[in-house]
């Protein structure tokens, strides 16, 4: 997955015709959505959060919050995408509201993941995430949100603009910011 | 420095933002870098930084049980939420509309279809049959929308209808006393017919005949249910009363003999002459009623118009003055005696 193509221009299929169809309730239509879909919210919400289960349990609530919701949805400016990470930064915003309301820590555990074909290259990785987790939380939110839209879910700048509702002017900058700010605290620590 | 003095606010971030796009897109980093060979430099670090923050976030996949089970959770939700937005079919306004026209005629047609069958079927109903109300109801038009002779004639005809309802439901065994009651009432509308128009041979003749008939279904009702032998003496009376009012009065031809001739005692005796035929018909009232014998014993008051015949007797005495007493006795022939007076 780390070598797949992100295509932040359009999707490979006609979204307009997916998307009513998944609004008759197509089924096809929506396991379309789904496969194109998911990678990228999964990648966000991960790259949000503090670890792979609340990233799974948000993950899940975003889909059913846009399966319910995919039916009042209307062409009218916005795009599909901006639309569905718009629900999505709305529920790990709102998550992680409540995990600070809970006073339960954020804090980083680096566990091993499944099936990984190299043990020493994954805790490697993993120390990585752990890094990038930990100097991210350490972001403006903006600056935060920013980054995990864009190189956690691969949207494009204009995407990631209309997702959270900001000029691309505004998100150019947050983005170069933002990384600017990532490369010196990662190679402070 | 030279940078920093020629750049506007924002020249690195959209530099970068462009850089960045271009790898995205999948190009090579040095060819990307080929490109901004001024600013390759620090654009060379954020473009590998960024690599390696998507690397490191990408590189923690979703397991294939969660993104399997998530994807059935989606689909199912959305079968779910089609179901629930199908239009349920519910009736509009015009369709109700419609379906109601639709019941409507539907209904005026069944009820015109069964009127129909029954005005159509109706003349071969007897009392009990569902569409023996159209049968009266038919009769009853009928009779309204009559004059003159044609009244008489129907009123003839319902008159043997009644006889042959009675008849037909006599062999059945099934006549009531509401049966035997509408034969008398017929019965005592052709008496009052017989009092009231001047009716003609022809159609004196149907009338005893008809009276003959209904008397020997009378007969034949009591012979089958005894129990019926009260309402039957009640319909017999009003027969024979019928009859003796149907029977021919030669009261005019007395009249005009008894005032042009001394001797009209001729006629008299054509009169005595034809009473049998009323004096046969009673017989049955008394055969059949015994303990009714009241009335249908009264009823016989037709052989009692053979009394003029006696009179006839005293024929030899020239005046005709005892003709009219008997006549004014049996009630008919009233004319005949005030033409003698």
Redesign the interface.
């Known amino acids: 997955m780390a070598n797949q193509p992100v295509d932040t221009v359009a999707p490979e299929f006609d979204e307009r015709a997916v998307v009513e169809a998944a609004q008759r309730g197509d089924q096809r239509a929506l396991s379309e959505l789904y496969e194109y879909y998911f990678p990228k919210i999964y990648r966000y919400v991960n790259a949000r959060l503090a670890n792979s289960e609340d990233a799974e349990d948000v993950t899940t609530e975003i889909f059913l919050r846009m399966i319910d919701n995919v039916g009042s949805f209307q062409f009218r400016g916005l795009p599909f995408g901006a639309w569905v990470f718009r629900i999505a930064r709305n529920e790990v915003v709102s998550f992680v509201r409540r995990q600070k309301v809970r006073g339960v820590s954020q804090e980083l555990h680096e566990s091993i993941p499944d099936g990984g074909p190299d043990l020493t290259l994954a805790i490697e990785t993993q120390l990585t995430i752990a890094v990038v987790r930990e100097a991210t939380e350490r972001l403006p939110e903006a600056q935060r949100q920013v980054i995990t839209l864009r190189f956690g879910a691969g949207l494009s700048v204009a995407e990631t603009a209309e997702a959270l509702k900001k000029t691309e002017n505004n998100v150019k900058v947050l983005q170069h910011k933002a990384i600017a700010k990532l490369q010196t605290m990662v190679q402070r620590d | 420095m030279r940078r920093f003095f020629e750049s506007k606010p924002?020249y690195?971030?959209?530099l970068?933002?462009e850089a960045?796009?271009l790898a995205?897109?999948?190009l090579d980093r040095e060819f990307v870098l080929g490109l901004f060979p001024d600013d390759a430099e620090w654009l060379a670090?954020?473009l590998d930084?960024?690599a390696?923050?998507?690397?490191?976030?990408?590189?923690?996949?979703?397991?294939y049980y969660?993104?399997g089970s998530?994807?059935s959770?989606?689909?199912a939700?959305?079968?779910k939420?089609?179901?629930a937005?199908e239009p349920q079919p519910v009736f509009a306004l015009s369709q109700m509309r419609t379906v109601a026209a639709s019941m409507s005629v539907a209904l005026s047609a069944a009820v015109v279809g069964v009127i129909t069958l029954g005005f159509v079927t109706a003349g071969s109903a007897v009392p009990g049959d569902w569409n023996y109300s159209f049968k009266l109801a038919n009769e009853r038009l009928e009779y309204t929308l009559s004059r003159g002779d044609s009244r008489i004639d129907i009123q003839y005809r319902q008159a043997e209808t009644r006889t042959h309802e009675v008849r037909v439901l006599s062999a059945r065994g099934s006549v009531t006393p509401a049966d035997l009651a509408s034969l008398e009432r017929d019965a005592r509308a052709l008496a009052d017919l017989a009092k009231t128009q001047n009716l003609d041979d022809g159609q004196q003749q149907r009338g005893l005949a008809i009276a003959n008939a209904a008397l020997a279904v009378i007969v034949q009702s009591t012979q089958k249910q005894p129990a019926l032998a009260i309402p039957a003496a009640a319909a017999a009376a009003a027969v024979s009363e019928a009859a003796t009012a149907l029977l021919p009065v030669p009261s005019a031809t007395a009249a005009v003999t008894a005032s042009s001739t001394p001797e009209p005692t001729a006629t008299a005796t054509v009169t005595a002459t034809e009473t049998p035929l009323a004096t046969a018909t009673p017989q049955p009232t008394a055969t059949s009623t015994p303990p009714a014998t009241p009335e249908p014993t009264a009823t016989p008051s037709p052989s009692s118009t053979a009394k003029p015949s006696p009179p006839a007797s005293p024929s030899p005495s020239p005046s005709p003055s005892p003709t009219p007493s008997p006549t004014s006795e049996a009630g008919s022939p009233s004319p005949s005696a005030t033409a003698a007076q």
């Open positions: 924002g690195d971030a959209d970068f933002a960045q796009a995205d897109d999948g670090g954020l930084f960024s390696e923050l998507k690397e490191a976030i990408a590189s923690e996949p979703p397991s969660f993104e998530l994807k959770k989606f689909l939700a959305g079968r939420a089609a179901r937005a």
